[in-house]
């Protein structure tokens, strides 16, 4: 790690890392580098300086009125030399560097890994790090440049978002379910029907269907099954143990071929929004823009409802 005690910017790297981090520990793992290089590094930049950068204690780091004043000033540099770096490659036309990238754990796996392995092969000096898990990851702690996230987004000044279509959850069941209990009629018939829910938290989550006067609600239901997997659901249900509210992008293939029938296809069902986010920023990394285009580019027709 000798060469980060020699390089000034390194050290400014390192310092900054660690003033939006809190700690040498995540600040280290954001750039990929040991705990110790990082504390190193701060600690040189500390000796050349001759000042006081962080007040630290066991369980926090935090900015000393000398570290505030600095980090401000090397915040904006840095920056602007990532803007120049990133201007060099759009100029070149070349992706570069690396990307991570975050994104529900089914939807992850059936629609953007395919597409992050074309991009693979169109860029071979774009290194991607993809985490399909659905918790949400956070941007600065978990080092995230893109997220993929399903449901309505809270207000916030410093991420930009775009919406990639809406989700149409869609009511189903295996034919050998309907031909052992029938098919449901309307909305009060699921109540007599084995119900399969998504779990979150311990709590299932409601199935939002219009009511008689068209208005979306969540019928009371007490789901026979539960689980916290969209896959688990979608096997259970063409293995014929109930009904399931689902995405319709999990299920097409499966209701085009008779695998699963689509029961009250004449009720309102809920269309749950899909967004790609970043973080703000005065230049947009051109790897980031690229992806993004991308994303924009293949995932809106995956979601359309069939004409």
């Given at each position: 790690?000798?060469?980060?005690a020699?390089?000034?910017l390194?050290?400014?790297?390192?310092?900054?890392?660690?003033?939006?981090?809190?700690?040498?520990?995540?600040?280290?793992?954001?750039?990929?580098?040991?705990?110790?290089?990082?504390?190193?590094?701060?600690?040189?930049?500390?000796?050349?300086?001759?000042?006081?950068?962080f007040?630290?204690?066991?369980?926090?780091?935090g900015?000393?009125?000398?570290?505030?004043?600095?980090?401000?000033?090397?915040?904006?540099?840095?920056?602007?030399?990532?803007?120049?770096r990133?201007?060099?490659e759009?100029?070149?036309?070349?992706?570069?560097?690396?990307?991570?990238?975050?994104?529900?754990?089914?939807?992850?796996r059936?629609?953007?890994?395919?597409?992050?392995?074309?991009?693979?092969?169109?860029?071979?000096?774009?290194?991607?790090?993809?985490s399909?898990?659905?918790?949400?990851?956070?941007?600065a702690?978990?080092?995230?440049?893109?997220?993929?996230?399903?449901?309505?987004?809270?207000?916030?000044?410093?991420?930009?978002?775009?919406r990639?279509?809406?989700?149409?959850m869609?009511?189903?069941?295996?034919?050998?379910?309907?031909?052992?209990?029938?098919?449901?009629?309307?909305?009060?018939?699921?109540?007599?029907?084995?119900?399969?829910?998504?779990?979150?938290?311990?709590?299932?989550?409601?199935?939002r269907?219009?009511?008689?006067?068209?208005?979306?609600?969540?019928?009371?239901?007490?789901?026979?099954?539960?689980?916290?997997?969209?896959?688990?659901?979608?096997?259970?249900?063409?293995?014929?143990?109930?009904?399931?509210?689902?995405?319709?992008w999990?299920?097409?293939?499966?209701?085009?071929?008779?695998?699963?029938?689509?029961?009250?296809?004449?009720?309102?069902?809920?269309?749950?929004?899909?967004?790609?986010?970043?973080?703000?920023?005065?230049?947009?990394?051109?790897?980031?823009?690229?992806?993004?285009?991308?994303?924009?580019?293949?995932?809106?027709?995956?979601?359309?409802?069939?004409?």
């Amino acid at each position: 790690m000798e060469p980060i005690a020699n390089d000034r910017l390194a050290g400014v790297s390192a310092f900054v890392a660690s003033a939006e981090a809190g700690s040498f520990a995540q600040a280290a793992e954001r750039l990929g580098l040991t705990r110790s290089a990082v504390g190193k590094a701060v600690a040189r930049l500390e000796e050349r300086l001759g000042a006081r950068l962080f007040v630290r204690t066991t369980r926090s780091l935090g900015l000393t009125e000398d570290g505030q004043m600095f980090y401000e000033r090397c915040a904006q540099a840095l920056e602007d030399l990532d803007a120049a770096r990133h201007m060099l490659e759009a100029g070149r036309r070349e992706v570069v560097g690396r990307l991570r990238i975050s994104a529900p754990v089914v939807f992850g796996r059936h629609h953007v890994a395919p597409l992050l392995l074309e991009l693979a092969q169109l860029h071979p000096r774009l290194r991607i790090e993809a985490s399909f898990t659905d918790r949400q990851l956070d941007f600065a702690d978990d080092g995230i440049d893109l997220a993929i996230r399903s449901g309505e987004l809270s207000d916030s000044d410093w991420l930009v978002a775009r919406r990639l279509g809406m989700q149409t959850m869609v009511l189903c069941a295996s034919p050998a379910y309907l031909q052992a209990h029938g098919a449901p009629r309307s909305v009060a018939d699921l109540a007599g029907h084995r119900c399969i829910a998504y779990m979150r938290s311990g709590r299932a989550a409601p199935w939002r269907l219009a009511g008689e006067d068209g208005s979306l609600a969540a019928p009371v239901l007490e789901p026979t099954l539960g689980f916290d997997d969209i896959e688990t659901i979608a096997t259970a249900t063409l293995q014929g143990a109930g009904l399931a509210h689902m995405p319709l992008w999990r299920v097409r293939s499966a209701l085009d071929s008779g695998a699963l029938v689509r029961l009250l296809p004449d009720v309102p069902a809920a269309r749950i929004p899909l967004h790609v986010l970043w973080p703000r920023t005065r230049f947009l990394p051109y790897r980031l823009r690229v992806t993004i285009d991308a994303l924009l580019a293949a995932i809106p027709p995956l979601l359309q409802e069939p004409s």
